[in-house]
């Protein structure tokens, strides 16, 4: 991931002074003390890529076993989350339908990570999403206010006032206004649902991120693509665990009807954003040369779309 | 009880109704804490199993936000007679007009919030000089106005249009206060925060920030949008200003809740007892009368416009005055709604709705632009029952429901419509339709909304706007964010030449108009900003047969 062109620190120091109290605007304190330790805090390692599938096989398992049980096969929540990190969970949420139709992420899969990150001891778990439908209606459909109230994390209304201008220093975007939560992060952790999409062929977790922005996010489609690399290339999670539960195939990415989705029970976790969309879209029957934000995304080194070249394990429940 | 204390009682009833009324005023929202119960839609992970869309949750506001509509018998009865049907639910506007011949306008007095308002407004200091405040608390001959405008409110009714909403007193406030007031407060709000947050001193910061927090449950978390708010607002602010020219001048002069309430009152049982013998014309009880009733002993005591505030007696120094429960012996005074006045009123009213209807805005399917919430009745029986409140407005979690101005025409004034560029009908939301105090918007399940489906309008595609019709860029923002499913929103592939010779391949959106139910969120998004590529247009609602396209 040499290829970085702002690093969390560079943007944490930028915005530092402004956000200082940005975070109480949603109910949460964050003193100025750990922001300026976070600042301090060295860039990730860059370490070798590997991909960790969870499958459910038996009738009736349990979603947020197996995602444990994926989570214990890349070497536990504690070798990515450090005791006192405020970790942000980008969950897609931006629909407000209920869970069961695939269009958001699945509750269970994202209480069961905000779990894990709590016992690896985050100081703060946050879920954050620029939802498309109304916030609050998104927040009480898809499970994601359930989520918040049984676990205790903070589920960060969008709003312009939250909304903050940086450079992206993509290959086509630049300023553009984004989701501070983000910006404020230790850790992200980027929680998409596998589904099909009319201009980028699928919704993965590259393209989760169009979520982590604000402004006229409509425009991004006239480049999508691109876009999505731009967006993913700034907002690197540590890890991606991309959804597979269920899948919608069809009428994506708004769904709606039970018949468009499909049941995978599969989770798909990995620290190489590329190659946890590779595998995902392999549910579609499409390799990255279909979806041209992987192939871009490889291109660019984000991450390798050769699935091969992986550390991979697999864990059946 | 002493009249001292009756006094007191009277402004404790009416603090606590206004709190109520600002209490579920805020509630009228979508409920900031709703977290549905996800586990209910999950069908077991095999595949085989679908689920029902009525297990699908629907949202609903747990308050009683219209209970101050329920318990005013000029929504109930304007609504009854306009739409010539039973309206239940109304059990406390009935016990309204009960207590009104009994004790006279006692809900003026101790219930209505616009009234307290009134009351409060007048009562500031520096108001009126004693000698200023008695000649204002004259009766006036003005008094009659609201018996003229009620008649012609009831005229209209009669004939088949239902104006009482634009005056009556529950509608003016929840409108006023609860759409333009409270929407402007939280743009200044929001601007005073931001201010703050902006700020290089920490202090100032966490004022903004948790200041923002707080607010947020009440004013929202971003500006609203009302049309034709700033009106709404300052007529609102006008009417409350007449009040430092004489007290509780609405309440007198124009308020038709007032005046029905003062025709019930004719008979009431509790009257004011004059002791003409005690009585030493200091005038205090005229100063305070917030009815102009004419208190003083000499004068004739006017139970019609006597808000029951028991100020006169309280404060009498004599002990002159005192209200007492005494059966109306003989014929009751005349009321003030002579055959003159009800003549005049009722012919004007049931001219109205004939005026009314030369814009043809409510008999033909002219109106593209008028776009009722899902569930509302057909455009006659809609503008029978809409009181024009506010209430599916302030709801609307997207901001779309406006008040209208000229899209619904003269007779739809401030009546909800969907104005497409502010937001958007949500797809899986049946909020406004669990609100609507009087039906015109008929309560709707998620499933009745969905499997029906009720259209609201359809889209129709502009192309010599959009994007990739064009050739400008690929663009499928309508497709993407179209609910239904399959989606109403298609493409046809294409390979655009543009001016320098370069091909651009794209997808070309066609719309579906049988599967379209015009929820307008393609508008909403639509990136040709201003006036968008795609648009919606009543035609198609569910809720008329003759306003559709297809056969």
């Known amino acids: 991931m040499s290829h970085e062109p702002i690093t969390r620190r560079e943007s944490l120091k930028r915005i530092g002074k402004i956000s200082a109290g940005l975070t109480l605007g949603a109910g949460l304190v964050s003193p100025l003390t750990s922001l300026l330790a976070r600042a301090a805090l060295p860039k990730p390692q860059a370490t070798a890529a590997w991909l960790v599938e969870g499958v459910g096989e038996q009738p009736g398992y349990c979603v947020k076993t197996l995602t444990r049980k994926v989570f214990d096969a890349a070497g536990g929540m504690g070798k990515f989350i450090s005791k006192g990190d405020v970790v942000v969970i980008k969950p897609n949420i931006s629909w407000a339908q209920a869970p069961h139709l695939a269009v958001t992420t699945h509750p269970e899969v994202m209480q069961a990570v905000i779990e894990l990150c709590q016992e690896a001891g985050a100081k703060k778990v946050r879920i954050a999403d620029n939802t498309i439908h109304d916030a609050g209606r998104c927040f009480a459909v898809t499970g994601a206010a359930s989520v918040a109230e049984k676990t205790g994390a903070d589920l960060v209304h969008p709003r312009s006032s939250m909304m903050k201008k940086m450079n992206l220093h993509g290959h086509r975007l630049d300023v553009w206004p984004v989701f501070t939560p983000f910006v404020e992060a230790d850790k992200i952790i980027n929680l998409p649902v596998a589904k099909v999409h009319g201009l980028s062929v699928l919704t993965l977790g590259m393209k989760n991120w169009i979520g982590g922005v604000g402004g006229r996010r409509s425009a991004l489609h006239q480049d999508i693509h691109q876009s999505i690399v731009d967006l993913a290339q700034f907002f690197r999670p540590q890890l991606t665990l991309i959804d597979a539960i269920r899948i919608l195939t069809a009428n994506g990415p708004s769904g709606g009807s039970p018949s468009d989705v499909k049941i995978e029970n599969r989770l798909i976790l990995s620290n190489d954003m590329v190659a946890a969309d590779t595998r995902a879209a392999r549910l579609f029957g499409k390799t990255p040369e279909d979806v041209a934000f992987i192939h871009l995304g490889n291109k660019w080194g984000l991450g390798s779309s050769d699935l091969e070249r992986l550390d991979r394990q697999s864990v059946v429940l | ?551």
């Open chain 2, 1 to 551: 009880m002493k009249a001292r204390h009756l006094a007191w009682l009277r402004r404790l009833s009416q603090g606590a109704f206004l709190c109520l009324f600002l209490f579920l005023m805020v509630k009228a929202q979508l409920p900031g804490d709703a977290a549905l119960d996800y586990s209910r839609t999950f069908s077991p992970m095999d595949g085989t199993q679908q689920t029902a869309p009525s297990l699908l949750p629907d949202i609903r506001i747990t308050q009683p936000v219209g209970l101050f509509f329920q318990m005013d018998p000029l929504v109930w009865l304007s609504s009854m007679v306009s739409a010539r049907t039973w309206l239940a639910g109304f059990g406390l506007a009935a016990a309204v007009l009960l207590t009104a011949l009994f004790f006279g306008r006692f809900f003026c007095g101790f219930i209505c919030p616009l009234g307290t308002l009134h009351h409060l407004t007048g009562a500031i200091r520096p108001s009126l000089t004693k000698k200023e405040l008695i000649i204002a608390n004259q009766t006036r001959n003005s008094r009659r106005l609201k018996y003229i405008l009620l008649a012609t409110l009831a005229g209209a009714a009669l004939a088949g249009m239902n104006f009482a909403g634009l005056l009556d007193p529950i509608s003016l406030l929840f409108r006023s206060l609860g759409l333009a007031l409270t929407a402007a407060a939280g743009i200044g709000l929001h601007d005073l925060f931001g201010f703050l947050a902006a700020s290089d001193i920490k202090l100032l910061n966490y004022l903004g920030y948790g200041g923002e927090a707080l607010s947020a449950p009440i004013f929202g978390y971003d500006n609203r949008v009302v049309e034709t708010g700033w009106f709404l607002g300052l007529l609102f602010l006008v009417i409350l200003f007449l009040n430092r020219l004489r007290p509780r001048f609405w309440c007198r002069t124009l308020c038709p809740l007032g005046a029905l309430l003062g025709l019930c009152s004719r008979w009431s049982i509790l009257r004011l007892e004059k002791d003409a013998d005690k009585c030493t014309r200091c005038g205090r009880c005229t100063q305070t009368c917030q009815g102009a009733a004419s208190p003083t002993p000499g004068e004739e005591w006017r139970t019609d416009e006597c808000l029951i505030c028991f100020n006169c007696a309280a404060d009498c120094p004599e002990d002159a005055l005192a209200f007492r429960f005494r059966l109306p012996f003989g014929m009751p005074r005349k009321t003030d709604l002579n055959r003159r006045a009800l003549m005049a009123g009722m012919a004007g009213g049931i001219a109205l709705p004939f005026l009314g209807r030369l814009d043809g805005r409510s008999d033909r399917a002219l109106a593209a632009d008028l776009i009722r919430p899902p569930g509302s009745l057909s455009e006659p029986e809609f503008l029978d029952r809409c009181q024009r409140c506010g209430l599916c407005m302030k709801v609307c979690p997207t901001g779309a429901v406006q008040p209208a101005l000229s899209a619904a025409g003269v007779s739809g004034l401030w009546t909800p419509v969907l104005v497409m560029s502010l937001g958007y009908c949500e797809y899986a939301c049946t909020l406004c339709t669990s609100v609507c105090p009087t039906g015109a918007i008929a309560p709707l399940t998620l499933a009745e909304k969905i499997q029906s489906p009720v259209r609201i309008g359809s889209a129709f595609l502009d192309r010599g706007r959009c994007l990739p019709w064009n050739g400008n860029a690929p663009c499928i923002v309508c497709e993407e964010h179209c609910p239904t499913s399959p989606k109403a929103i298609y493409f046809k592939n294409d390979v655009i030449t543009r001016s320098d010779g370069r091909t651009l391949p794209v997808q070309l959106p066609y719309v579906d108009l049988s599967r379209c139910v015009g929820c307008g969120i393609c508008q909403n998004k639509c990136p040709v900003r201003g006036k968008p590529a795609i648009r919606v247009i009543s035609a198609g609602e569910s809720r008329s047969l003759e306003n559709q396209i297809l056969l």
